[in-house]
Nanobody, 124 residues
Framework: QVQLVESGGGLVQAGGSLRLSCAAS????????VGWFRQAPGKEYEFVAG????????FYGDSVKGRFTISRNNAKNTVYLQINSLKPEDTAVYYC?????????????????WGQGTQVTVSS
């Protein structure tokens, strides 16, 4: 199965933007549904965004709709998360996850694979 590596996190001021990347290796990436979760200090994992395998249908968590955009480039084995209008409450470690059948939004660990995460810190 695939392995996932996230990148693109960093320190940014409120109102700024970031683009996170999730690079896959070791499998047929196009056959996986992919999504992003985040975990703030002391909190549970929160589903952020997902994208389907074949048609690129997208779905988002309620707290990020309108500010986050997920996309994928299967030729590059990469999924992106564009984050705009960043808020301090967006501060978290962002994780990419993938599943070969049904992507699970309720629990990152219910998916086939997930990465090590990338830190996003938003200053006010």
């Amino acid at each position: 199965q695939v392995q996932l590596v996230e990148s693109g996190g960093g320190l940014v001021q409120a109102g700024g933007s970031l683009r996170l990347s999730c690079a896959a290796s070791g499998g047929t990436f196009s056959t996986y549904a992919v999504g992003w979760f985040r975990q703030a200090p002391g909190k549970e994992y929160e589903f952020v965004a997902g994208i389907s395998r074949r048609f690129g249908w997208t779905f988002y968590g309620d707290s990020v709709k309108g500010r986050f955009t997920i996309s994928r480039n299967n030729a590059k084995n990469t999924v992106y998360l564009q984050i705009n209008s960043l808020k301090p409450e967006d501060t978290a470690v962002y994780y990419c996850a993938a599943d070969a059948s049904d992507f699970r939004r309720d629990d990152i660990r219910s998916n086939d694979v997930w990465g090590q995460g990338t830190q996003v810190t938003v200053s006010s």
